[in-house]
């Protein structure tokens, strides 16, 4: 059974930094595409970022650009989002998800992170 | 790119049938078969419910039933249930490095 289990939200003041992880299990991890997506309260649903498969390419929306940075360490089937110079628009649920070829087909529970003085 | 367009509600009594739009553009839904839908729950991860444009993964419902028209996408949901009232997304490949995925504006559900 495929799993993805987020971790390390939290409350940081505007200009913090945070690091979110994901541990994956019940597939090959070092096979797929995985990315981040963020939900607002009570919002929609945003990509944030993705790195393919080996961590060799990353890519980022241009409203977290520059701040975040995704990687991944497969020997520990785990994903990371480190998150710096958080703002206050960056409050949001972040899920990790699994891309199979060119569909989300999992998705974490989720984890908040509150960027609030 | 911008969201895609989804109503904000739909609503239908147990039993009817309901569909959602979604729409986008060319350079997304009506230029890739690549579309998703997901059913959200309150305080739950999203769940994949249609996949490349009408494909349902294994476990998931034949009351649930997706299309694709130009640039508009379709959910259908048959013999609406109780249990079917929650948020719905729709998601569409894009070849756009800063936005490889974009999702829709989402529906809320309500079963009557």
């Known amino acids: 059974e495929v799993q993805l289990v987020e971790s390390g939200g939290g409350l940081v003041q505007p200009g913090g930094s945070l690091r979110l992880s994901c541990a994956a299990s019940?597939?090959?991890?070092?096979?797929?595409?995985m990315h981040w997506v963020r939900q607002a309260p009570g919002k929609g649903l945003v990509w944030v970022s993705r790195i393919n498969s080996d961590g060799s390419k990353t890519n980022y929306a241009d409203s977290v650009m520059g701040r975040f940075t995704i990687s991944r360490d497969s020997a520990k089937n785990t994903l990371y989002l480190q998150m710096n110079s958080l703002r206050v628009e960056d409050t949001a649920v972040y899920y990790c998800?699994?891309?199979?070829?060119?569909?989300?087909?999992?998705w974490g529970q989720g984890t908040l992170v509150t960027v609030s003085s | 790119q911008s969201a895609l367009t989804q109503p904000a509600s739909v609503s239908g009594s147990p039993g009817q049938s309901i569909t959602i739009s979604c729409t986008g553009t060319s350079s997304d839904v009506g230029g890739y078969n690549y579309v998703s839908w997901y059913q959200q729950h309150p305080g739950k991860g999203p769940k994949l419910m249609i996949y490349?444009?009408?494909n349902r993964p294994s476990g998931v419902s034949d009351r649930f039933t997706g299309s694709k028209s130009g640039n508009t996408a379709s959910l259908t949901i048959s013999r609406l249930q109780a249990e079917d009232e929650a948020d719905y997304y729709c998601?569409?490949?894009?070849?756009?490095?800063?936005?490889?995925?974009?999702f829709g504006t989402g529906t809320r559900v309500t079963v009557l």
């Open positions: 019940g597939f090959t991890f070092s096979t797929y595409f």
């Open positions: 998601n569409s490949y894009t070849p756009s490095i800063t936005l490889p995925f974009v």
């Open positions: 490349d444009v009408s």
């Open positions: 998800v699994r891309d199979n070829n060119f569909k989300i087909d999992y």
